[in-house]
């Protein structure tokens, strides 16, 4: 089973910047999609990032421009580089990993914004 490790997150002010990563306890492999969710209070959560085995990627509208999400198969780490930050991005923010042996979440962390 594979368990996904979120270090970092924080707090910044608007218009700062915070970098998450996401470690895998086991490989990941190039086939592995890896997302980024987030989950404000009292609200869904909700998809912000993807990037496939090809590195192609993909954003929510809402952070298009502003966010970067990047990976290291052979450290078995995802990022998300988060620039230009919002009070409205304050959220729980989780990774999430996809291939054949399944789909496994991190335990979530914690980024806020003041304005």
């Known amino acids: 089973q594979l368990q996904l490790v979120e270090p970092g997150g924080g707090s910044v002010q608007a218009g700062g910047s915070l970098r998450l990563s996401c470690v895998a306890s086991?490989?990941?492999?190039?086939?592995?999609?890896l997302r980024w969710y987030r989950q404000a209070p009292g609200k869904q959560r909700d998809l912000v990032a993807t990037?496939?085995?090809?590195?192609?990627?993909n954003y929510a509208d809402s952070v298009r421009g502003r966010f970067t999400i990047s990976r290291d198969n052979a450290k078995r780490t995802v990022y998300l580089q988060m620039n230009s930050l919002k009070p409205e991005d304050t959220a729980v923010y989780y990774c999430?990993?996809?291939?054949?042996?399944?789909?496994?979440w991190g335990q979530g962390t914690q980024v806020t914004v003041s304005s």
């Open positions: 999430k990993s996809e291939d054949w042996r399944g789909d496994y």
């Open positions: 086991g490989r990941i492999l190039v086939a592995t999609v």
């Open positions: 990037i496939t085995g090809a590195s192609s990627t």
